[in-house]
């Protein structure tokens, strides 16, 4: 039960900010599915493996490549998808836990979810661009003759 309410937040989170980013009415629905897809990815990595890099770095690499691919079919741009689709991944209450230990000066703890966050978010802007070396990986290959029947 619980995981379906995590499906169903996600996805209408994720087409809030669909919404909120002006994307056009015709893909805020796909929008939602790709935000809630990384998301239960996300929720199921981090659950079962305790690491929430990894899992963050699986789901955005997720986003990435269906991004991508609904870009390609619906002939409409990628950031469309993939801004939308990672919204639920940013790690925004870790940033604002951040900023209020150190206002509360408890710097140690300011500085460690500091570097969680730092990872976390390197690991959105690892997983975006691996998608998209992928996508050219992909694209190169069905274009070479070799691969060609």
């Given at each position: 039960?619980?995981?379906?309410?995590?499906?169903?937040?996600s996805f209408i989170a994720t087409a809030a900010f669909g919404v909120i980013f002006n994307a056009p009415k015709e893909t805020l629905v796909k929008c939602g599915l790709v935000g809630m897809g990384g998301w239960i990815i996300y929720y199921i990595a981090e659950k079962y493996t305790g690491d929430s890099v990894?899992?963050?770095?699986?789901a955005t690499l997720f986003v990435g490549i269906v991004s991508q691919e609904l870009a390609k079919f619906y002939k409409t741009p990628v950031i469309i998808f993939s801004v939308a689709g990672i919204i639920p991944l940013v790690p925004g209450g870790l940033a604002y836990d951040t900023m209020r230990n150190f206002?509360?000066?408890?710097y140690y703890r300011a500085l460690a979810l500091g570097?969680?966050?730092t990872m976390l978010s390197g690991s959105i802007?690892?997983?975006?661009?691996?998608?998209e070396v992928i996508n050219q990986v992909v694209r190169k290959i069905r274009g070479s003759k070799v691969w060609k029947v």
């Open positions: 039960m619980e995981i379906i309410g995590q499906l169903i937040t990894l899992a963050t770095l699986g206002v509360e000066d408890d570097a969680k966050v802007a690892f997983g975006l661009v691996f998608s």
